[in-house]
T-cell receptor, first 110, second 115 residues
Framework: RKEVEQDPGPFNVPEGATVAFNCTYS??????FFWYRQDCRKEPKLLMS???SGNEDGRFTAQLNRASQYISLLIRDSKLSDSATYLC???????????FGGGTRVLVKP | EPEVTQTPSHQVTQMGQEVILRCVPI?????FYWYRQILGQKVEFLVS????????KSEIFDDQFSVERPDGSNFTLKIRSTKLEDSAMYFC?????????????FGQGTRLTVV
C-alpha cells in the first residue's frame, strides 16, 4: 500500500462550484498533515495545515479522520486560479521528513 | 517575505559529471531538506540536515549524493557521477523547528537534465 494515496483526477470543476477530494495515509503514527498546492513545474506551496478538529481558511476546509486515516480538502466557490495540483503531505512522529501523495489535479473552467 | 532561494534554476550536465545544486534556506531556520520530483511523478524525500549533520535520508540518497553546509547561509547537494535517471526537479526546503505541525518552505527548484 502506498504511504500517501490520492486520486490523481483531473477534477473538472465549473467556476463557482464546490469540489472535494480525499487522501489516505498508511502510517497510523503520522502526526502532522498538510495540503500543499503545486502549479505546473513550480515548487509546492503550503495551502493549509490540517488539524484534528478540522479547520477552515477562507474557501478551503480541511478535515482529518484519524480512525479511517484519511484527510479531505473542500474548495468552495471555485476560482479559475484554483486550478492546480493539490498535494496531500504527511509527517511522521519519528522524523521530520514529509511524505507526499501523488497529487490531485483540479481544473476550474469558466 | 523570507524565501528559500536555489541556484541555478536549470542545469544541463553530461552523464558521469558531478553537479552541485545550491540553496540558501530562510535565515532563522534550523532544518534543511532536499526533495526531488521526476517529471510526472510525486515529490520524494532525499535527505534532512540539522546541526551540521544528516538527520535522516531515504534509500534514494546513496553514496553518489552528499550534502554540505559550507558556510552560515548555503546548503548544497552534490551528485558525484550523474546518471540519466537523476534528471528531475530538485527542491530545497527549510523549516524553523522539528515540532509537530511546523511547515516546510520550498525553494523554486533546480531542474537538472542529464544527457
Amino acid at each position: 500500500r502506498k504511504e500517501v494515496e490520492q486520486d490523481p483526477g483531473p477534477f473538472n470543476v465549473p467556476e463557482g462550484a464546490t469540489v472535494a477530494f480525499n487522501c489516505t495515509y498508511s502510517n497510523s503514527a503520522s502526526q502532522s498533515f498538510f495540503w500543499y498546492r503545486q502549479d505546473c513545474r513550480k515548487e509546492p506551496k503550503l495551502l493549509m495545515s490540517v488539524y484534528s478538529s478540522g479547520n477552515e481558511d477562507g474557501r478551503f476546509t480541511a478535515q482529518l479522520n484519524r480512525a479511517s486515516q484519511y484527510i479531505s480538502l473542500l474548495i468552495r466557490d471555485s476560482k479559475l486560479s484554483d486550478s492546480a495540483t493539490y498535494l496531500c503531505v504527511v509527517k511522521g512522529a519519528a522524523g521530520n521528513k514529509l511524505t507526499f501523495g501523488g497529487g490531485t489535479r483540479v481544473l476550474v473552467k469558466p | 517575505e523570507p524565501e528559500v532561494t536555489q541556484t541555478p534554476s536549470h542545469q544541463v550536465t553530461q552523464m558521469g559529471q558531478e553537479v552541485i545544486l545550491r540553496c540558501v534556506p530562510i535565515s532563522n531556520h534550523l532544518y534543511f531538506y532536499w526533495y526531488r520530483q521526476i517529471l510526472g511523478q510525486k515529490v520524494e524525500f532525499l535527505v534532512s540536515f540539522y546541526n551540521n549533520e544528516i538527520s535522516e535520508k531515504s534509500e534514494i540518497f546513496d553514496d553518489q549524493f552528499s550534502v554540505e553546509r559550507p558556510d552560515g547561509s548555503n546548503f548544497t547537494l552534490k551528485i558525484r557521477s550523474t546518471k540519466l535517471e537523476d534528471s528531475a526537479m530538485y527542491f530545497c526546503a527549510s523549516s524553523e523547528a522539528r515540532l509537530v505541525g511546523t511547515e516546510a518552505f520550498f525553494g523554486q527548484g533546480t531542474r537538472l537534465t542529464v544527457v
